[in-house]
């Protein structure tokens, strides 16, 4: 596949599978309304595709939107590709700074420390009680003092603005 061909797939799988879990969110995330064939096909093509072309995507070959369907598409993967989430993980940290969005490798890390029930590093990742409409961060290192300057590293804001958001994100979604 070309470069064209492999931007136009990543693009068309990402919005697919937002699609879907829009559509399964909408639905208070009944099992019935998730769609398991996008998403093993999305699953078993980000894999063959990264695979192939042997290291991430970089920005200045693929562009940004494409560059971040491939992360979504990976952050999507199961707890049984978690070597795989490794190994992206290992690709996109290989990049030059300009070639890959930190702020997706930080949320990549966390969700992969979270999934081995480690404490994460940047914050990202959040558990959600719907029954109780509340959040708050997966455990985190150090204090909020210490995850908030590895944060601006990272290119994130402030925890506390990302929880503030998280909270709006999950009062947005019970509403609708």
Request: overall charge positive.
């Given at each position: 596949?070309?470069?064209f061909?492999?931007?136009?797939?990543?693009?068309?799988?990402?919005?697919?599978d937002?699609k879907m879990?829009?559509?399964?969110?909408?639905?208070?995330?009944?099992?019935?309304?998730?769609?398991f064939?996008?998403?093993?096909?999305n699953?078993?093509?980000?894999?063959?595709?990264?695979?192939?072309?042997?290291?991430w995507?970089?920005?200045?070959?693929y562009?940004k939107?494409?560059c971040?369907?491939?992360?979504?598409?990976?952050?999507h993967?199961?707890?049984d590709?978690?070597d795989?989430?490794?190994k992206?993980?290992?690709?996109?940290r290989?990049?030059s700074?300009?070639e890959?969005d930190?702020?997706?490798?930080?949320?990549?890390?966390?969700?992969?420390?979270?999934?081995q029930?480690?404490?994460?590093i940047?914050?990202?990742s959040f558990?959600?009680?719907?029954?109780?409409?509340?959040?708050?961060?997966?455990?985190?290192?150090?204090?909020?003092?210490?995850?908030?300057?590895?944060?601006?590293?990272?290119?994130?804001d402030?925890i506390?603005?990302h929880?503030?958001r998280?909270e709006?994100?999950?009062?947005?979604?019970?509403n609708?």
């Amino acid at each position: 596949m070309n470069h064209f061909e492999i931007i136009k797939e990543l693009i068309s799988m990402m919005k697919k599978d937002q699609k879907m879990r829009k559509k399964w969110a909408e639905s208070d995330f009944d099992m019935k309304c998730f769609d398991f064939d996008t998403n093993n096909h999305n699953k078993k093509r980000i894999k063959e595709i990264i695979s192939d072309m042997k290291e991430w995507p970089k920005i200045s070959e693929y562009g940004k939107e494409a560059c971040e369907a491939a992360w979504v598409l990976v952050q999507h993967l199961e707890k049984d590709d978690l070597d795989f989430r490794e190994k992206a993980l290992k690709m996109m940290r290989d990049l030059s700074e300009n070639e890959v969005d930190k702020k997706l490798i930080a949320k990549l890390e966390d969700r992969n420390m979270v999934m081995q029930g480690r404490p994460q590093i940047y914050g990202t990742s959040f558990e959600i009680n719907f029954e109780k409409g509340t959040t708050r961060p997966h455990d985190f290192l150090g204090s909020l003092e210490e995850l908030n300057k590895r944060r601006q590293r990272m290119g994130l804001d402030k925890i506390e603005s990302h929880i503030k958001r998280a909270e709006q994100s999950l009062k947005n979604l019970k509403n609708n």
